[in-house]
């Protein structure tokens, strides 16, 4: 079963738009996708996905625009209405290659706004429209087509992982991503929402340079099989695109 609806941030290029292609051309595809980004009139791979989809709703969001979120949940709740947001990817994230001798808190700071402290708020904003779905499948099984975050984050949080050190503010980013990540699983399991990391890879985009290993497809594709997988026994977990576990 797919989720019934879906919101990405960061959705006009790379992964999230990549999301965004493979979500429509599900065979069970959403009923309501959320594509946001921070500028939708110049979003143009977006507008033209939308010409055929009448179900992708692209929506205006800077992620670090703490005051912009409430007026984003009224307008998903008004479309999704009883049912609820099934998931919730918080994907945006930015990359300032940054070592030990140009470090800044400046660097450092901007970094942690968007890849660490805005997915939380957002998971925050978002809670009330997660509940409801959870709310409205209560028997349906734990996972995403119920209710469910997936944070985009990736290996170079990893402590376990960091063999060359470096990369200051993206990695110190990640690994606060990831832990805050487990406490969201900790505390909403209750309320039967699920939380969890994944990492897609080394992807060619903008973030990931012309060097990367995979096409944002495959990439995409191995994430979404990860993630309707997604159950009790993976919450909180930290898989990669392939399906193999990272360590933290
Ligand atoms: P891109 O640089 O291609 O895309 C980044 C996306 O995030 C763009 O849509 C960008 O929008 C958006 N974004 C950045 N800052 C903000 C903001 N403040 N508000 C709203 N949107 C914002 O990178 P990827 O697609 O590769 O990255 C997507 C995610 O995947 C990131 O979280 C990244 O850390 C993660 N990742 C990527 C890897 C890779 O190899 N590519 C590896 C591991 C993790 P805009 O166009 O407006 O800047």
């Not at 959320?34 to 055929?52: I, K, S, V």
């Not at 703490?66 to 009883?82: D, N, Q």
């Not at 919730?88 to 470090?103: E, M």
């Not at 890849?115 to 734990?142: E, T, V, Y």
């Amino acid at each position: 079963m797919s989720p019934r609806s879906v919101l990405i941030t960061g959705c006009n290029r790379g992964i999230g738009l990549e999301f965004v292609k493979q979500f429509l051309s599900m065979k069970q595809p959403p009923k309501h996708l959320f594509a946001t980004c921070r500028n939708p009139a110049e979003a143009a791979d977006l507008q033209a996905l939308q010409a055929g989809h009448s179900n992708l709703h692209i929506l205006q969001l800077e992620v670090t625009d703490e005051s912009r979120y409430a007026s984003l949940a009224e307008e998903v709740g008004a479309i999704v209405e009883e049912n609820g947001l099934n998931l919730l990817i918080n994907n945006a994230g930015i990359l300032i290659r940054t070592n030990l001798p140009d470090v800044t808190a400046e660097v450092m700071k901007k970094t942690f706004d968007v890849n660490s402290i805005a997915p939380i708020l957002i998971s925050q904003a978002f809670l009330p429209l997660l509940k409801r779905a959870a709310d409205a499948q209560k028997d349906a099984p734990l996972g995403w087509a119920r209710a469910a975050i997936v944070n985009v984050s990736s290996k170079v949080g990893s402590c376990d992982d960091n063999k060359r050190g470096g990369l200051y503010a993206y990695r110190a980013s990640k690994a606060a991503l990831n832990v805050c990540t487990v406490s969201l699983a900790r505390d909403l399991f209750k309320d039967g929402i699920l939380a969890t990391v994944v990492h897609p890879g080394w992807v060619l985009t903008d973030i990931g340079t012309k060097n990367a290993l995979i096409e944002s497809s495959e990439s995409i594709s191995g994430m979404l099989k990860v993630m309707q997988g997604l159950n009790e026994e993976t919450n909180a977990s930290f898989y990669d695109y392939a399906g193999k576990l990272i360590p933290w």
